[in-house]
């Protein structure tokens, strides 16, 4: 199957998301002039996000990654338990870090790994997220630049996965409701 038969509609367009990221990198580099800055991605969502970012930010900066787990394959709703499955290499101690995401859903993910940095006593600890479901909020997170707030429904692309597929389409797209049983598997408890 060709990644569009699964596409419902187009949320973000590739136009759409470069500007926004165009005008995202103009404020951190902005926000950051004159002083150090590291981003953190958090894999695997938000390698698109960071690799577009990085590159209309104007200051020079440093990248690290990070990998945790929320979800198993195929499971849509988050469980709340987040495990840490690839740590940072940077030691972040009195360092700016902005953290890239590609979404925030619940807010379990970030809330971890937002704990988890805070004890190792960075300059500062910020949020960069392209995508936001605030609708879906379980957990108050400050979000500090945010790309576009979305409705609560199955999007993919531009990072996200079906099933670890279609991560390097330039676009957000939502996802058929006829094929939500292929891709959702809800929480069974
Ligand atoms: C997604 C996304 C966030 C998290 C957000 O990652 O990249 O890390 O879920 O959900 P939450 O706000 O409900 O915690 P996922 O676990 O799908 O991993 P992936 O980025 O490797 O696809």
């Known amino acids: 199957m060709q ?3 699964y596409v419902d509609e187009v949320l973000v ?3 759409a998301l470069q500007t926004r990221i165009a005008e995202l990198g103009a404020q951190i580099s902005q926000d950051y002039q004159g002083q150090d800055l590291l981003l953190v991605c958090v894999l695997k969502g938000g390698v698109m996000f960071l690799t577009d970012l990085m590159r209309q930010i104007s200051i020079p900066h440093a990248i690290d990654f990070m990998a945790v787990s929320s979800y198993g394959t195929g ?3 988050s469980t709340g338990i987040v495990r840490i499955l ?4 940077a030691d972040i101690r009195e360092r700016n870090v902005l953290i890239v995401e590609d979404i925030i859903d619940t807010g379990h993910t970030l809330d971890y790994i ?3 940095l805070r004890t190792r006593n960075p300059a500062s600890l910020r949020i960069c997220c392209l ?3 605030s609708s879906r909020r ?3 997170i400050g979000v500090d630049y945010v790309g576009f707030t979305i409705p609560d ?3 993919f692309g531009y990072g996200l996965d079906l099933d670890e597929l279609y991560r390097d389409l330039p676009l957000v797209a939502t996802l058929k409701p006829e094929l939500y049983d292929q891709f959702i598997e809800q929480e069974t408890d």
Request: proline letters at 4%; hydrophobic letters at 40%.
């Open 13 to 15: 367009t590739k136009e």
């Open 131 to 133: 995508l936001d479901k």
């Open 75 to 77: 499971v849509r709703d």
């Open 86 to 89: 690839m740590d940072l290499g």
């Open 138 to 140: 379980e957990v108050p």
């Open 114 to 116: 937002l704990r988890l």
């Open 3 to 5: 990644w569009q038969e």
């Open 153 to 155: 429904e199955f999007v």
